[in-house]
């Protein structure tokens, strides 16, 4: 095996289950996560060669897969996300155990968001370290840690009213 491809093997091992989720995130749809997963390495692997190691290739990673999802989602105009969202989690909703159901209820929530809060939170939820996430984003960590606090009541006024239901 040539090195590149040990080496893009290991960076998918590692990577691949957070960048679904992050796919996920924003689509609500597990076949269009999985295309822009496999879209989000096709561009890694293409660019691997010009990854110059001054971020975390964990970042540079989310980089891609961020730029991918939101391209993804203007040139589709995706708003039946809320609907496919809406749909999966009522489909499932027998299958859930409580805490399941409320897993469901905050992914439901999150994408409810607007979609760089959207992006944050799944950052946060995925364990990212903060500094990191503010690399990603491109903002301060301080001003990041006031946006997760505003994103967090956010979603407890959000799971408060659909928890109410």
């Not at 760089?116 to 690399?135: Q, S």
Request: net charge negative; charged share 30%; hydrophobic share 35%.
């Amino acid at each position: 095996m040539e090195q590149k491809d040990k080496l893009f093997k290991q960076i998918f091992d590692s990577n691949s289950k957070k960048i679904f989720h992050l796919c996920y995130g924003y689509t609500g749809d597990t076949d269009a996560a999985n295309d822009l997963l496999q879209e989000t390495f096709l561009k890694v692997w293409q660019n691997l060669d010009k990854f110059r190691n001054k971020s975390l290739i964990s970042t540079w990673i989310y980089r891609i897969a961020v730029n991918t999802c939101l391209t993804y989602l203007r040139s589709e105009k995706r708003q039946a996300k809320d609907e496919l969202t809406d749909n999966i989690i009522e489909n499932k909703v027998e299958e859930f155990s409580e805490k399941n159901e409320q897993v469901a209820l905050l992914y439901k929530c999150i994408s409810k968001l607007e979609e760089n809060d959207r992006l944050l939170i799944t950052m946060v939820l995925d364990e990212l370290p903060y500094h990191e996430i503010a690399d990603i984003s491109g903002i301060s960590e301080g001003n990041l840690r006031v946006k997760i606090h505003r994103i967090k009541q956010k979603l407890t006024e959000l799971y408060s009213q659909y928890a109410s239901v």
